[in-house]
């Protein structure tokens, strides 16, 4: 019986070995799409940071859209890395403990 799910949403409990210039890359895909210009995301080397300071600095119309389908890639990226996820060594401690 299933007891309890734990997201580990900024992943210390697990690592999912992303290769962030990938998802970079397939994100600013998104972006550029969307509408916004290559010089405001040429800026960012990290897909997680692009994605909360894109948000809180473009005021397009479009954003909310486009965010959403940036979090819908995202989210496909990290799929496909999940089989390579490993534990953190001092996971285990912290979930027995739950």
């Given at each position: 019986?299933?007891?309890?799910?734990?997201?580990?949403?900024?992943?210390?409990?697990?690592?999912?070995?992303?290769?962030?210039?990938k998802i970079l890359n397939e994100i600013i895909g998104v972006y550029l799409?969307?509408?916004?210009?290559?010089?405001?995301?040429?800026?960012?080397?990290?897909?997680?940071?692009?994605?909360?300071?894109i948000s809180e600095s473009i005021s397009s119309p479009n954003i909310n859209n486009v965010q959403k389908a940036v979090y819908k890639k995202l989210a496909e990226c990290e799929i496909r890395y999940i089989d390579r996820a490993t534990i953190f060594p001092t996971s285990n401690k912290v979930l027995e403990k739950l």
């Open positions: 019986m299933l007891q309890c799910v734990i997201f580990d949403f900024d992943q210390t409990l697990v690592d999912l070995k992303l290769d962030d210039k799409k969307g509408g916004l210009s290559r010089e405001t995301l040429n800026k960012y080397q990290d897909p997680h940071v692009m994605i909360g300071q």
